[in-house]
Each structure stands twice: as C-alpha cells, then as structure tokens.
C-alpha cells in the first residue's frame, strides 16, 4: 500500500466508485474483487486504474495485487465526473399516460434504460426526461425525477416526481409498500399452483456479480415479497401475474427462478435456453421463433397504483400488453393447442 491518501491527491479527481469491502469476504486480489462489481469492467482497465493511483483502500492509494481484507472501503477516483453526473438532455419521445404539475406517468418501452450508469450515459429514460421538463427533483441517488425503476428490457409503467414534495411522498409509499404494482410475465414450466407467495432475501450472487440470487436463511440481503397467480396455462409455459410487495433489483426475475420458473428468454438467468419441452428440431425452431418475436425477458409493468401527493386520492393506471409479448403468448396459445405436453 502507497504511503499517499486521497487527502493528498488532486483536486480534481472524482469519486466514480465506492464498496464497503462484506465482513465474510476472503482475501481477493483488489483487481478482480472490483471486476466482480464493477459492470462493463476488465481487469486490464481496474490494473491500468491501480498504475494511475487512482484506487485507493480506506483512503490509501493501492497497486492491483493489494489484497481486500473485511471492513476495507474500496474508491475508485478518475479525473473526470461521473457521466450521469453530466446529464444531458435529449429529445426523445416519451409515451406520457398521466400528468399534472407533480408527477409524470409514462410507459417505458423494452430496451430503454432508466437512467444513466456505467455503459449506459446516453438514450435513457432521465436524459429524455431532462429534455421534456425543468428543475425536476433529485432523488437520494442524484437521479432527476425517479420515484422507482424498471429493469433495461422490462416494459412498462413508472411515475416520475416534478416537485419535491412529490418525490418525498411517493418515495414514502413505495417504502411503506402502500403502492401497487403488478407485472405480467411468461415463464417457463407449468406452475401447479394457482397462485402463491414467494419470499427470500435477495442480494448480489456470490460468484456471478451480474446476478441477483435468494438467500432464502435471511442470513444476507434485503427481505422480497413477491405473489403471483397463473393467468393462462400453455403448456411448457405460464403466463402469470405478479404483484409486488417489495421492490428490489430483477426481483420477479430472480424469484420465478428461485421456484423454478425462469422468466421466459430472460438472458441474464438463464432464460434463452430451451428450459422445458421436447428434444424435436421443430419445438427448437418453434422456441427460436417465438425468441426472435420476444428478443428479450419476457415481463411487463401493467398496472401502477398510488395515491396522488396532493389531492390524496388513489390513482391506478394500466396499460396494454406490449406487441411483442401478445405476439409470443399468441404463438405458445397456437402451439399448445396442437400439441400434448409432457413433464
């Protein structure tokens, strides 16, 4: 470890990354613990970062083969801003379903991204929302306007705060989980049950930094609370809807897994694989068409619930399912009908 502290480096430097190294973590090069954490990185940048100085541990500048140790507080300082600190308006659409003078409801489409981060400064939902209105609110993560996010590929509904007192009020529901929120999705397999109650603590995977997984002891992570009820049974797939109770990152994504039931063509868990059916070329042909009418998880945020900070009364939206999902459910509809299953 260097002799120098961030006290004594540039001004100019800016923090991009924080971690708070877990008290049951085992010794691990700091360049590939960072790698793990860090999307979109290589261990030939964090080490081209470490020659810089610009990697420090508990205020201390570090070489990459530092080893992390528990209780270590990792920063990672680059000359310049972190990119969704210079927000950039952009003039992109945005299918507006509700507004007043507190808040914006929209309905996002599949493969837009909420809000700028590592990989992702351009294109998002809050660089067109800095486009479209003024001295929208920051949230407690210096976001303009967000209330609460929807994954990348997740379509559908989100309310954005114009006022502050819109942003404390509705941040304050969705906490106290007096919001409602109900995805429809199409997983894999055919659920027994009718509907049902999944619960487990969900944190980062251990091994996989990319993932989400349930550590179902509680003995880490953020409890998550997530019922469903089976709306259509097709045959080595179910179409279902899910209500939230918690809101926790790729919540429905990681808990339809945990009960065996991965969200259909969902990349990131696994979901792009043929996960129930028979070995015949023509069902691959058939999965790998419904794919590319579905090219992405197959989930949707229908119906967003609160009560309006102002006027105090319950407003709920809903919105129709998107194309490309009506278009694969209608496929498996078509399929099962012709075709007897097995498990």
């Known amino acids: 470890m260097s002799d120098k502290n961030v006290e004594e480096i540039d001004d100019d430097l800016h923090e991009h990354y924080r971690f708070e190294v877990s008290k049951g973590q085992q010794a691990l090069r700091i360049d590939k613990f960072l790698m793990n954490l860090i999307e979109n990185s290589t261990r030939s940048k964090i080490q081209k970062a470490a020659d810089s100085g610009n990697i420090f541990v508990n205020d201390n500048v570090v070489k990459s083969n530092y080893k992390v140790k528990p209780d270590d507080v990792v920063t990672v300082m680059l000359e310049h801003p972190p990119y969704e600190h210079l927000l950039v308006g952009e003039n992109i659409p945005l299918d507006i379903i509700y507004e007043d003078d507190q808040l914006i409801v929209v309905n996002k489409p599949a493969g837009m991204v ?162 129930k059916g028979t070995t015949f070329t023509k069902y691959k042909q058939f999965v790998d068409n419904c794919f590319k009418v579905l090219p992405r998880q197959a989930l949707h945020a229908k119906t967003l619930g609160f009560e309006h900070p102002v006027t105090k009364e319950f407003m709920r939206f809903d919105t129709e399912v998107p194309t490309d999902m009506q278009e694969c459910i209608e496929k498996w509809r078509v399929y099962s009908k012709a075709n007897e299953f097995e498990e």
């Open 114 to 275: 909420v809000h700028p981060g590592h990989g992702n400064y351009s294109g998002t939902l809050v660089n067109a929302l800095a486009y479209h209105f003024d001295n929208l609110p920051m949230n407690s993560s210096e976001r303009p306007g967000l209330v609460h996010r929807i994954d990348k590929d997740t379509s559908g509904l989100l309310v954005v705060a114009k006022t502050e007192l819109a942003m404390d009020y509705l941040s304050k529901q969705f906490a106290a989980k007096t919001s409602e929120r109900e995805y429809i999705g199409i997983v894999w397999g055919d659920i027994k049950e009718e509907e049902g109650t999944i619960e487990g603590n969900i944190d980062r995977h251990p091994t996989n930094r990319m993932q989400m997984t349930v550590y179902p002891d509680g003995e880490q992570g953020k409890p998550a609370v997530t019922h469903y009820k089976v709306l259509e049974r097709l045959g080595y797939v179910t179409v279902v809807s899910c209500k939230l109770e918690t809101g926790r990152t790729h919540q429905i994504r990681v808990h339809m897994k945990y009960i065996g039931h991965t969200l259909f063509n969902d990349e990131r868990y696994g979901g792009n694989l043929i996960l």
